[in-house]
């Protein structure tokens, strides 16, 4: 979805990759101990969070944890792929892109 976004506004689909990837890496690592610290314990609420921001590497390692936070973190991962393809042209048209 990254990618398709990423050529339709004009940007460059190997750094959105190279992106994309680095922040599922990261998000899958720091992701438990910071919800741990924010003492965040309901898994549907964790699994969500994990899908918006770590994407498909998040995701495979909320399914990792907990079965019910990695069912939240695909539909987190879906409803932020679907709304950043809508959202994403628009605010460039807005921005003047």
Same mark, same amino acid.
């Given at each position: 979805m990254a990618i =398709? @976004?990423?050529e339709q506004l =004009? &940007? #460059?689909p190997t750094l959105t990759a190279a992106l994309v990837l680095l +922040? &599922? @890496?990261f998000g899958a690592m720091v992701v438990t101990p910071l919800?741990? !610290?924010m003492k965040i314990r309901d898994w549907r609420a964790r699994g969500f969070a !994990? &899908? !918006?921001a770590a994407h =498909? @590497? =998040? +995701?495979a390692r909320a399914? #990792? !944890?907990n079965a019910t936070a990695g069912a939240f973190s695909g539909i987190g991962m879906g409803l932020n792929a679907v709304l950043t393809a809508i959202i994403a042209p628009l605010a460039l048209r807005l921005f003047g892109g």
């Amino acid at each position: 979805m990254a990618i =398709g @976004i990423a050529e339709q506004l =004009g &940007g #460059q689909p190997t750094l959105t990759a190279a992106l994309v990837l680095l +922040t &599922g @890496i990261f998000g899958a690592m720091v992701v438990t101990p910071l919800l741990n !610290v924010m003492k965040i314990r309901d898994w549907r609420a964790r699994g969500f969070a !994990v &899908g !918006v921001a770590a994407h =498909g @590497i =998040g +995701t495979a390692r909320a399914f #990792q !944890v907990n079965a019910t936070a990695g069912a939240f973190s695909g539909i987190g991962m879906g409803l932020n792929a679907v709304l950043t393809a809508i959202i994403a042209p628009l605010a460039l048209r807005l921005f003047g892109g």
